[in-house]
């Protein structure tokens, strides 16, 4: 029997509708601070996430999927290696959405000099060959908004005050949830910093793992997110970011904090926190959710040097990205439910086959108002068309029999209570809708 891949799900039915919802309300939210929706390829060049996520990234080195068709496959195979290999033949699977949304600004022309900056949201799926476990999927979703061609740290405040913002409307206890600033510094005070890290790397080098020891080669940084515990205790220790800010970005990062202060935004300082993507500089920040034990839930942060290394000319970019099954797990933890209730709907009954004609001119009919209309196409029972009507969560059943065709006349049913009235065919259309939300049901009905 065919299954699905380790590591991915099937949203369908309440999983559905939670994944819908967490886009509806983000659209709603988005959509007033101006920002427009955008869709990339599952499929990428590497070279698109090489440049911006660094090589020495885990997700680089070992999770991101590649992608070769069968052909280029069996070539590989034959030649022992992909030195031959076009850029256009080197492609991945999207493992995460800035850098293909730069692409697109980039690739677009999105922001010509001197324009207007680029605001752009999404809703898509993300792969990486993680090892499966809570919250951490293969294919997973993430919501998030790239803001590309705003300098002014106003930009960095705006973007967490939407992220929170997300949270709050989603459902979140705001009092469970902890914000975690930094800054990064940028390419004028960075590298005088990774020389620091990278030192106090060598000084303990007995001390920390092979991939620490790699990473203060390519980019000690990386050190900050060793999962391995005995490296996050000894880099505890090390020289901390905010203490090698150059002037501007010193000035920049205490400005974004000054807006948050404003917004009446808590958030918790953390020196340590560098991201795991090598394109961020000066401000990054982080979600979690207090004893739900599935880590980060969003962030984000600015990556000004990316759309250069996209192929484009100098612009500034900030954005945050928020993981849909991790929100969804803390959201239980708090028992919030994003699912919602299951739709309700009309259920047209029909008593004989004879009569199966006007059942369809009466689905139609209502359909063409706007209700979820649902009947037998299985030649059921009428009994039996009853029993499918509650299990299709009906709250209105139209049953069509010999005497409502030759009398021009429907019989609706209310399926709480199972009271039945005869209207004319002529009033099907207001009868039902003002059933459905009569003061009886006007809690419970969702069309």
């Known amino acids: 029997m065919a299954q699905k891949v380790q590591g991915t799900e099937d949203l369908y039915g309440g999983y559905m509708r939670a994944w819908q919802h967490m886009q509806a309300v983000a659209h709603e939210l988005f959509d007033t ?139 979140f206890d705001m009092s469970k949830l902890r914000l975690y600033i930094n800054s990064m510094g940028d390419s004028n005070c960075r590298p005088a910093y990774r020389k620091k890290v990278k030192q106090f790397i060598y000084d303990h080098k007995d001390e920390m793992c092979e991939d620490c020891l790699e990473r203060a080669e390519i980019n000690p940084l990386r050190s900050f997110d060793c999962k391995n515990e005995h490296c996050q205790q000894i880099m505890q220790s090390a020289p901390l970011v905010t203490d090698s800010l150059c002037e501007e970005c010193a000035q920049h990062y205490a400005q974004v904090k000054a807006y948050l202060d404003a917004a009446g935004i808590e958030y918790v300082e953390d020196p340590t926190l560098v991201r795991g993507l090598d394109y961020y500089t000066r401000t990054v920040f982080e979600v979690e959710v207090l004893d739900a034990g599935v880590g980060a839930i969003g962030g984000g942060g600015r990556y000004d040097g990316l759309v250069e290394l996209e192929g484009g000319k100098p612009t500034p970019g900030i954005g945050f990205a928020v993981g849909f099954e991790r929100v969804a797990l803390a959201l239980a933890t708090q028992g919030v439910d994003m699912e919602g209730a299951e739709p309700t709907c009309v259920y047209v009954a029909c008593a004989a086959p004879e009569q199966r004609s006007a059942v369809f001119e009466a689905t139609l009919t209502l359909r063409d108002a706007g209700l979820r209309v649902e009947a037998d196409y299985q030649g059921r029972s009428l009994k039996s068309q009853f029993k499918q009507a509650d299990k299709l969560n009906a709250l209105v059943c139209v049953i069509i029999g010999a005497d409502e065709v030759a009398n021009n006349t429907y019989t609706l049913r209310d399926m709480n209570t199972h009271e039945q009235v005869s209207i004319a065919q002529a009033d099907l259309v207001d009868e039902v809708i003002e059933l459905m939300y009569s003061a009886e049901f006007e809690d419970d009905v969702e069309l």
């Open 33 to 171: 601070y101006g920002f427009d929706m955008i869709e990339t390829p599952a499929l990428e060049q590497i070279d698109t996430f090489v440049h911006g996520i660094g090589e020495s990234t885990d997700v680089v080195r070992k999770e991101m999927f590649r992608v070769v068709s069968g052909a280029l496959f069996e070539r590989l195979l034959e030649e022992g290696t992909e030195k031959g290999l076009k850029p256009r033949q080197r492609l991945a699977m999207r493992p995460e959405g800035t850098a293909g949304v730069v692409r697109a600004v980039v690739e677009n022309n999105l922001v010509p000099q001197g324009s207007t900056p680029a605001k752009l949201w999404y809703a898509e799926s993300m792969f990486r060959g993680e090892r499966p476990q809570k919250g951490r999927l293969r294919q997973f979703h993430q919501i998030g908004l790239e803001w590309l061609g705003a300098p002014d740290p106003a930009a960095d405040a705006e973007c967490i005050i939407i992220l929170m913002e997300l949270y709050r409307r989603l459902g």
